[in-house]
């Protein structure tokens, strides 16, 4: 996943910056945070906290929000249009 390959002696450090900025990303749209992590060459920890009052907080705008985006992952003709 990430270091050196040992068949090609490629390096793969650039991925590490890759996963801090997807967990990152998740944590700003879950309500969940990082409380440490630590990323290796063939995996990777997380420490999280499930912040279930925080999410039970959320506006009635952000919950149709939610809802108008949860349709969308499996309308076809949304992925089209938006990802291809």
């Known amino acids: 996943m990430c270091g050196d390959d040992n068949v090609t002696g490629q390096n793969f450090d650039h991925r590490k910056q890759w996963l801090v900025d997807k967990i990152t990303l998740l944590s700003s749209v879950f309500s969940i945070e990082i409380c440490a ?38 309308n076809l003709g949304w992925y089209k249009h938006r990802h291809l």
Do not use: P
């Not at 630590?38 to 809802?67: C, P, R």
């Open 37 to 74: 992590y630590s990323i290796m060459s063939n995996h990777y920890h997380l420490v999280l906290k499930v912040d279930k009052v925080s999410a039970g907080q959320w506006t009635d705008k952000a919950l149709e929000f939610i809802t108008e985006w949860r349709s969308r992952l499996y």
